[in-house]
C-alpha cells in the first residue's frame, strides 16, 4: 500500500502582483521642452525680438496653471492636436528635414488671434518647435484665426 502525501499546511503567498498606473497626462500640468526650437525659416524663434519672446513666457507661464484637460479638452477651439496630414506642405516638409517624419500629429498652442506655437506631445511635455505668428502650418478657413 503506497502512502498518500500529506500536507500540514498551505504555502504562504509573499508577493501580490499589482499594476501601477500613472496619472493621466490630461490631469498634469504642460511641462515644456525647448532644446528642438527650430532657429530657422520657415516657423523659427530667430525672428522674435525681445518684448515678443516675453509675451510668449507669459502665455506659456499661464497655460503652466492649468491641466492639459483645460488646454486641449476645454480650450479646444483654441488649443488642440492636428494630425500631420492636416498640416500645410511647408510644416510637412521641415518634419521630413529635421527627422521627424514619423510624428502622426502636432499640437497646436493659441497665443493671439493668429500667433501659434507648434510642438509634441509625449505624456504632459510639448516638446516645442516653430513659432507661427500667421497662423500658416495649419491655416484656418474661419475668420479672424
Given at each position: 500500500?503506497?502512502?498518500?502525501?500529506?500536507?500540514?499546511?498551505?504555502?504562504t503567498v509573499k508577493k501580490i502582483a499589482?499594476?501601477?498606473?500613472?496619472?493621466?497626462?490630461?490631469?498634469?500640468?504642460?511641462?515644456?521642452?525647448?532644446?528642438?526650437?527650430?532657429?530657422?525659416?520657415?516657423?523659427?524663434?530667430?525672428?522674435?525680438?525681445?518684448?515678443?519672446?516675453?509675451?510668449?513666457?507669459?502665455?506659456?507661464?499661464?497655460?503652466?496653471?492649468?491641466?492639459?484637460?483645460?488646454?486641449?479638452?476645454?480650450?479646444?477651439?483654441?488649443?488642440?492636436?492636428?494630425?500631420?496630414?492636416?498640416?500645410?506642405?511647408?510644416?510637412?516638409?521641415?518634419?521630413?528635414?529635421i527627422g521627424l517624419d514619423d510624428v502622426?500629429?502636432?499640437?497646436?498652442?493659441?497665443?493671439?488671434?493668429?500667433?501659434?506655437?507648434?510642438?509634441?506631445?509625449?505624456?504632459?511635455?510639448?516638446?516645442?518647435?516653430?513659432?507661427?505668428?500667421?497662423?500658416?502650418?495649419?491655416?484656418?478657413?474661419?475668420?479672424h484665426t
Open positions: 500500500m503506497t502512502k498518500t502525501p500529506t500536507v500540514e499546511r498551505e504555502p499589482k499594476a501601477i498606473h500613472g496619472p493621466n497626462a490630461n490631469d498634469l500640468k504642460p511641462a515644456w521642452r525647448i532644446s528642438s526650437l527650430q532657429m530657422i525659416d520657415p516657423y523659427g524663434w530667430h525672428r522674435i525680438n525681445g518684448v515678443k519672446v516675453r509675451e510668449i513666457r507669459d502665455k506659456l507661464a499661464d497655460f503652466e496653471s492649468m491641466t492639459w484637460n483645460e488646454i486641449l479638452v476645454k480650450g479646444k477651439k483654441q488649443n488642440h492636436t492636428i494630425p500631420r496630414a492636416h498640416l500645410c506642405k511647408a510644416a510637412q516638409d521641415r518634419l521630413t528635414e502622426d500629429a502636432l499640437t497646436s498652442l493659441r497665443l493671439s488671434g493668429k500667433e501659434r506655437v507648434w510642438g509634441i506631445m509625449s505624456h504632459n511635455v510639448l516638446t516645442v518647435l516653430w513659432w507661427d505668428p500667421d497662423h500658416a502650418v495649419c491655416p484656418s478657413l474661419k475668420k
